[in-house]
């Protein structure tokens, strides 16, 4: 790797001691202004002392809006069916498309993380998701619509360039809070998108809210360069040979390979429920409209404020035992969402379990996975990320159609069966090593 003036992140111990290109954590502006940058011979230092409670706030709202622009069209699909004269089946396949250029920005661009300098790569995909956003709102066809919906999934790809960049700029023993705190913003931009989504499409049309999304998109890559830090750790590969090491990586570490399952599995499992949940509430005995419909996110982002503390936990040493009762909670809300056929409470408590589950699996995983190689965050993210969404996608795919043959029962059978695995994963799969990098206590 590069110049080695300072332990690399993920050691035990104190402060690293100073030395040229010193990060102060103080102020986002000082951060930015001691670091070396994109042209710089060496690397930037591995990492600061500490982050400021206003910069891992600006990372919360900024991976929330990003991962929220994938999911918009959630509430809408029973209308946008409608406008673009297409089925149900087909309406949802736009998650699909959307979450299947998620999947591939994760390859192809989530690597390079570990190659560019940090903040201008996201500020970068930035700009491009707004392009992409502002071409949804003009769609004139479902065709044009998923082409939109693909270029804004592959390009929103910068939450997951700003997740591993917390854990980089967090120290040690503060990085479960950290992470907890970045990904309850995730979750929250995740399950508030629908909330948001409906409300202004009831009132507006759908078309605003893409409008909406992209102008505040175009905000946010002004905010971010301003404000980020920048940083680049000098790696020494080619992007072919960085996009190989990937797979290198996956292959040397068996508890990401597990993780990754699990998050596979976790992600199916949310995106089967949130794809078809629409449906469900727009037909009989509901009947209900695009802002009601927006308003059961609310419920799951209940469900997502438990982040924090999952990740404060998981800097005790509880992953294990909190992944396999986050694995149960999946099962128990899908259980819960099968009686919602016919009562509203049901539904409501389902969404609830189901989504505090699937923030459990999620922020364990990460936990262990940020624990392995501290100097390849973005190419472990992005092994981990790309199978996550693999599942989503998948899930989204299969439970659309599901859901058109054998309704809402089919689609409770599929998420119970998801997680049947899940719970079967963690109570016979091999007990895992923590990771390859010891945790600082």
Known sequence: MGAATRRPAGSAGGPDTPSRGVLHADRAGHLRHHTLGVSAPENTPARPPGMSRGLVVLFAIATGQAVASNYLAQPLLHTISHELHVSSGVAGLIVTTAQVGYAAGLILLLPLGDLFERRRL???????????????????????????????????????????????????????????????????????????SGLVAQAAGWRTVYWLAAALMLAQAVVLWVKLPTYRRHVGLSYGRLLGSVVKIARAEPVLRRRALFGALSFGAFSVLWTTLAFLLSGPPYGYGEGTIGLFGLVGAAGALTASVVGRFTDRGWSRRLTGASALLLLAGYALLWMGGSSLVAVLAGVLVLDVGSTGVHITNQSEIYRLQPEARSRVNAFYMTSCFMGAAGGSAVAAFVYERWSWDGVCALGVAIGLASLALWAFGARERTSSVAPAH
């Open 122 to 196: 996201i500020t970068t995909l930035a700009v491009i998701t707004a392009a992409g956003l502002a071409a949804a709102a003009l769609a004139p066809s479902v065709g044009f619509f998923m082409a939109a919906a693909g270029v804004v999934g592959l390009t929103s790809v910068m939450a997951q360039i700003l997740v591993p960049f917390a854990a980089t700029l967090s120290p040690d023993a503060e990085r479960g809070r950290v992470l907890g705190t970045v990904m309850s913003g995730l979750l929250l931009g995740i399950l508030l998108a629908r909330t948001v």
